[in-house]
C-alpha cells in the first residue's frame, strides 16, 4: 500500500503536467479557430476550457463565439447554469444583458443591467470589478453607474481617475477634465499622470476644437478655485501642446510672481520654446530669470541658455549677414564678461569660435579660444574632444587641412563607439574629398554606413554614391576636383569663390553629369544670400530637367517649402509637396511633405480666425 502511496506521489506532478499542457495545446487551437473566425470549432473547445478552469476569461471568449455563430439559446443556458448558485454574483447578469442587447431586446437589457448593479454588496472590491465588465462590453454609461454608486455608499471622493477614464470613452471632455482636476487635488503628483492621458485626447483633435474645450473649462475652474495652483499649470501645459508659447509664457511668469517658486518651470518653459524655434518668447523668459538678479537660481543658466539661443537664432537664418554676425560677437563678449570663462561656458566658447572663424573671417582667434579652452582646469575628456573637433574644423577654413588630419584623428580615437566620433570620421571622410582623394574619401564613407546615427550614414551613403557615379564618367576625375573645391570653398562660407568654381564647371563640362549638382549647389549658396527667386529658379529647373536624378527629391522639397516659407506662394507650395507625395513616395521627405500638405488643407477649411498667434 505505502508502494502504491509512493508511485502516486511520484506520478502526480507528471500527470498534472500533461494535463496543463493538454489544456495549453487546446487553448493554442481555440484561440486560432476564433481568430480565423471559425466560431463552432472555437466554441466547442472554449466550453471545454471553461469547464475544466472555471476562468471567466474563458467564458468570456466561449460566450463572444455563441454570440458569432449566432446560438442565443445556448449562449442563455450558459448564464443560466453559472448562475446557479451565484444568484448574486453580478457578472452573469452582465452577460445575459450583452446577450438581450445583441438579440435587440434593448429594455429586457437593461434590466439585466440594472440587477447587476443592485446585486453589489457592501465590498469595496466589487465596484470596480463589475465597472470593468462592464467596460469591456463598452457599456459605459452603466460602468459610470457603478462607481456614482460606489460614492454614494462609501466615499463621495473617490474613484475619480476611474471616471475620468470613463468619460474619456464617452467623449465628455468636461465631465473628463472634471474628475482629473479633483484628482489632482488630491495629490499634486497625479498631474504628471493627467498629462499622458489627455495626450491621447488631443492626439484626436484634428481641428483644435477639443483644445480649445479643455482650455475654457480649466480657465472657468481657475476662476471658481483661484487658489489650486496646478490648475494653472495644466492650464500652462495644454497652452504648450498648442505651441502657443506667448500665453504659456505669460501664464508661468504670472505664475511665479503670485508663489516665487516656478523658476525651474519658467526655465524648463523657456528651453522647450528655443527648441521649438519661438525665439521672442523664449528670451521673453529668460530675461525674466535674468531680471531676478545675479545672486537668483537661476541667472547664470538663463543667461547661457539665452545666449545660446540667440547663436541657434543666428544660424537657423540660414543667411550670411555680417552686421548681425558682428552684433552676435558682441553679445558673445558681454556673456563672457558677466559669465566668466570657464568649463561651465566651454559649450558657448565653441560656438563663439566657430562664429569668429566661419562667419567673421578670424580663424586666428577662434584657435586662440580653442586652445586656451583645452587647457582650461576642470575641462574633461568629453568637452577636449568637442572643443578639438571645432579646432579641427576651423584648420580645414584656415587652410592647414593637414593639421586638420591630424587633430580630426585624435578626436576619433577618442570617441571610436560614440556618435561625435562617427560625426567627426563623417568630416575627415569630406576633407579627403576637398582634397581630391577620392576614393580613400569613398573606402572611409563606405564604412560609415554601419554608423548607429541614421543621419551620418545617409549623408555618409549620399557622398559615397556621388563620388562612384562621376568618377565613371571621367577616369582624372577634373570635374569633380572643381566640384569638391567648390565644396571646400561654400564649408568656409566663402560664396564668390564657390560660384566661380561651380560656373567653371558648368562652362568647361556643359556635358557632365554635374550639371544638376552644380545647380543644386548654386540654389543653396543663393538661400544664404537671401536671393530667393534665383534659388527657386534653379531649383525649379531641377525638378522639371533632372526628374530622375537623386537631387530630384532634394529641390522638390527645397523649392516647396521655400515658396511657403519665403516667397508667399501658398498655392503651388502646395502642389509641390502633393507632387512629393504622389512622384516620390520612397523619399525622406514625404512625412515632411505629408504634414505640410495637411496642414495647409486645415489651412484652406478654416473661415474662423485663429484663435492663437501664429509662428514668429
Known sequence: MRTLLWILFLLTPAILFGQNNDLQNMANLASKYYQNKEFGKAAELYEQLYTSTKSEGYFNIYFDCLLGIPDYDKAEKAIKKGLRGNSADSYWYVQWGFLKKAQGQIPESAKMYEKAISSLSGNPTE????????????????????????????????????????????????????????????????????????????????????????????????????????????????????????????????????????????????????????????????????????????????????????????????????????????????????????????????????????????????????????????????????????????????????????SYSQVIESNKANPLGDDVKFKKAKLGYYMGNFKWAKAQLDALRASTSKLIANDAMDLSLFISENLEDDSLATPLRIFARADLHLFRNNFTEALAALDSVSTIYPDNSLIDDVDFRKAGIFQKQGKYEEASALLNSIVKDHSWEMLADDALFQLATIYEDKLNRKAEAKELFKKMLTDYPGSIYVVDARTEYRKMEEAESKTETPVFQEKK
Open 127 to 406: 465596484y470596480p470589478n463589475l465597472a470593468n465588465q462592464f467596460l469591456n462590453r463598452r457599456e459605459y454609461e452603466y460602468a459610470e453607474k457603478v462607481y456614482i454608486k460606489a460614492r454614494s455608499t462609501q466615499n463621495p471622493a473617490i474613484y475619480n481617475y476611474e471616471l475620468a477614464r470613463i468619460y474619456y470613452y464617452m467623449r465628455n471632455y468636461d465631465r473628463m477634465l472634471n474628475e482629473y482636476m479633483e484628482w489632482m487635488k488630491q495629490k499634486e503628483s497625479n498631474l504628471e499622470i493627467v498629462k499622458s492621458n489627455l495626450q491621447s485626447v488631443l492626439s484626436m483633435d484634428n481641428d483644435g476644437d477639443i483644445s480649445k474645450q479643455l482650455k475654457n473649462y480649466v480657465l472657468k475652474r481657475i476662476q471658481q478655485e483661484p487658489t489650486q495652483l496646478i490648475y494653472n499649470r495644466l492650464l500652462i501645459w495644454l497652452f504648450i501642446q498648442d505651441k502657443n508659447f506667448i500665453a504659456a509664457t505669460r501664464q508661468a511668469i504670472a505664475l511665479d510672481k503670485r508663489t516665487e517658486t516656478e523658476d525651474a518651470n519658467v526655465f524648463d518653459l523657456a528651453n522647450v520654446s528655443a527648441s521649438n524655434k519661438y525665439y521672442d518668447d523664449a528670451a521673453k523668459a529668460y530675461d525674466y530669470l535674468i531680471g531676478k538678479g545675479k545672486n537668483a537660481e537661476y541667472y547664470n543658466l538663463a543667461y547661457q541658455q539665452k545666449m545660446q539661443m540667440n547663436y541657434d537664432r543666428f544660424i537657423d537664418n540660414g543667411i550670411l549677414d555680417a552686421v548681425r554676425a558682428k552684433d552676435l560677437q558682441n553679445q558673445f563678449t558681454k556673456t563672457f564678461a558677466t559669465l566668466g570663462i570657464s568649463v561651465k561656458t566651454t559649450a558657448l566658447q565653441i560656438e563663439y569660435a566657430h562664429l569668429l572663424a566661419f562667419y567673421l573671417g578670424q580663424p586666428a582667434e577662434a584657435i586662440r579660444i580653442l586652445t586656451d579652452g583645452l587647457g582650461m582646469a576642470g575641462v574633461n575628456v568629453q568637452e577636449i574632444s568637442a572643443l578639438k573637433a571645432e579646432l579641427s574644423d576651423v584648420y580645414v577654413y584656415s587652410g592647414d587641412l593637414w593639421e586638420a588630419v591630424i
